[in-house]
């Protein structure tokens, strides 16, 4: 995630293939070749699922019927069946400019989302029975040093409390919404109990300062979309259209519920098959495909219709072998 130099300064992905140089063959060692294979499994509400078609996406939670509601965790995240030996993965020229490996950790409730071979995480995400949280982002820049290759440096939301649920803090996503409809909007707060979005930095594994917040945020769940990916299990790979199911995140707002106060906004897709992959005819979730970042032009004065204006993209969009473990070392 990018936040503003002062709050969440992260490093702006257009620049990752200058630091991507590594070669595929430094890491396909790491592969593990056993794919998990879960049958004929409850899929996210809302998508249709042709009735010949086999489902490996793995159901996380029971939503009410009747809502239009949809699984969120399991469109976030890649399928287990799949993760277990692929990634997907941004080309430039024919290099890799980007990289996504999903990790789920079902015993902690966890989801890594890793950014490089090394297996530096972009993001770690939290979950209970009725949201999704965001828990730890990649730090980048702080006071001119570059932390973006450095495992033992990064950024925690907290809520401050002390206690057991004080990581369950930052509300990322409903466990089941529907896209632009029930259960699809919610507003965070910048200090009041229990969701807020109150955050720590980690440097070499060391508190830096006392807690800081990006003021309010508005997360959003909207309506779905569709974008191409390439599977590279074809020979040659194979290109196809999957549905996207947008995040979409506007922060550093000054007064809840006012748009116009705030200055910066993220837009999150995650990808799944409406029926199935055409190279396997199994359906899929890939996890997080695509990424934009926008910047109001107006520096959120409320009383102003907010401009918002993109300044940064990021597609990973190419299903590649590979599979790497989380290496993280912050606190």
């Not at 998990?36 to 793995?58: D, K, M, N």
């Not at 965001?134 to 907290?158: A, I, M, R």
């Not at 979730?285 to 204006?309: H, L, Q």
Request: aromatic share 12%; glycine share 8%.
């Amino acid at each position: 995630m990018k936040y503003p130099q002062g709050s969440f300064a992260l490093f702006v992905w257009d620049r990752l293939a200058g630091q991507r140089e590594e070669k595929r063959g430094s890491y396909l060692s790491k592969i593990c070749r056993c794919a998990l294979i879960f049958g004929l499994l409850a899929v996210a509400a809302g998508v249709p699922l042709a009735p010949s078609a086999f489902g490996q996406i793995q159901s996380t939670i029971s939503c009410p019927s009747g809502h239009g509601y949809w699984d969120v965790l399991s469109v976030m995240m890649m399928d287990p069946g799949l993760a277990s030996s692929y990634h997907m993965e941004g080309l430039t020229g024919g290099l890799p400019s980007s990289y996504v490996y999903t990790q789920w950790d079902q015993s902690q409730a966890k989801v890594y989302y890793v950014k490089n071979p090394q297996g530096n995480p972009w993001d770690i995400n939290l979950y209970d029975s009725n949201y999704i949280y965001q828990w730890v982002t990649e730090l980048g820049l702080l006071n001119g040093v570059n932390h973006w290759n450095d495992p033992t440096s990064c950024k925690k939301f907290n809520n401050g409390s002390q206690n057991n649920r004080s990581d369950l803090s930052m509300r990322w996503a409903a466990r089941c919404a529907a896209p632009a409809g029930n259960n699809s909007t919610f507003w965070n707060p910048p200090s009041a109990q229990p969701n807020n979005t109150t955050y720590y930095t980690y440097v070499g594994q060391e508190q830096q300062s006392a807690s800081q917040n990006l003021d309010y945020s508005l997360v959003e769940v909207t309506a779905p979309g569709t974008l191409a990916v390439t599977d590279h299990r074809a020979v040659p790979p194979k290109a196809f259209s999957v549905t996207t199911l947008p995040l979409q995140y506007t922060y550093s707002c000054g007064v809840s519920g006012n748009v116009n106060s705030c200055k910066f906004r993220e837009i999150f897709e995650y990808g799944v098959d409406a029926n199935v992959n055409p190279v396997d005819k199994i359906r899929h979730s890939y996890g997080w495909i695509r990424w934009r970042y926008y910047i109001n032009s107006t520096e959120g004065k409320s009383n102003v219709t907010a401009k918002w204006v993109l300044k940064n993209t990021s597609k990973s969009d190419q299903l590649m072998l590979g599979q790497v473990s989380p290496n993280f070392q912050c606190f």
